[in-house]
T-cell receptor, first 115, second 112 residues
Framework: DTAVSQTPKYLVTQMGNDKSIKCEQN?????MYWYKQDSKKFLKIMFSYNNKELIINETVPNRFSPKSPDKAHLNLHINSLELGDSAVYFCASSAQLAEDTGELFFGEGSRLTVL | TQLLEQSPQFLSIQEGENLTVYCNSSSVFSSLQWYRQEPGEGPVLLVTVVTGGEVKKLKRLTFQFGDARKDSSLHITAAQPGDTGLYLCAGVLTGTASKLTFGTGTRLQVTL
């Protein structure tokens, strides 16, 4: 069984559309994250949730809205998609908060292409 | 400029060669991790270092955390094609809450 699973793996859509990426972890972790990896492979944190509560919200446009219905799920909804949103989005989870040297377990990524 | 700069950005070597990847910052980190990412997959943790000057070994990989906890290095001995991938350092800044900041990445290719 995949520890951190994201769907869909690939997403191709037109500018202006709204799309969602789902993430589930079966590791029993309390903390989940969304990261964005750009074309230069730079990984940047977007959001972090601990026990369904938002604890990190980096300077991400309001068009991005995370939702955590329970601690095993963290979904990402994106409104009014723009060309610059094209990237690979990674979901991750950890048993401990990063400040406690928690190891991050990543999903396989969701490649979003906005045309 | 990024908080954690890695060098080199790209490295192409032959099997059997040794190499070192550097991760540098002007900031102090409470801990530092190294991940390897293969194409089409998410990063996988290799090691975590927490003490200044700490050295950890993982088979042919040797990781070192700088004395001042501002930098780290990854040394690979006798590289193999299976070592090919994107190597990422990631650190938690002292005094920040739960934010793991990733480095700029080093893409390594090992050929036969």
């Amino acid at each position: 069984d995949t520890a951190v699973s994201q769907t869909p793996k690939y997403l191709v859509t037109q500018m202006g559309n709204d799309k969602s990426i789902k993430c589930e972890q079966n590791l029993g972790h309390d903390t989940m994250y969304w990261y964005k990896q750009d074309s230069k492979k730079f990984l940047k944190i977007m959001f972090s949730y601990n026990n369904k509560e938002l604890i990190i919200n980096e300077t991400v446009p309001n068009r991005f809205s995370p939702k955590s219905p329970d601690k095993a799920h963290l979904n990402l909804h994106i409104n009014s998609l723009e060309l610059g949103d094209s990237a690979v989005y990674f979901c991750a989870s950890s048993a401990q908060l990063a400040e406690d040297t928690g190891e991050l377990f990543f999903g396989e990524g969701s490649r979003l292409t906005v045309l | 400029t990024q908080l954690l700069e890695q060098s080199p950005q790209f490295l192409s070597i032959q099997e059997g060669e040794n190499l070192t990847v550097y991760c540098n910052s002007s900031s102090v980190f409470s801990s530092l991790q190294w991940y390897r990412q293969e194409p089409g997959e998410g990063p996988v943790l290799l090691v975590t270092v927490v003490t200044g000057g700490e050295v950890k070994k993982l088979k042919r990989l040797t990781f070192q955390f700088g004395d001042a906890r501002k930098d780290s290095s990854l040394h690979i001995t006798a590289a193999q094609p299976g070592d090919t991938g994107l190597y990422l350092c990631a650190g938690v800044l002292t005094g920040t809450a739960s934010k793991l900041t990733f480095g700029t990445g080093t893409r390594l290719q090992v050929t036969l």
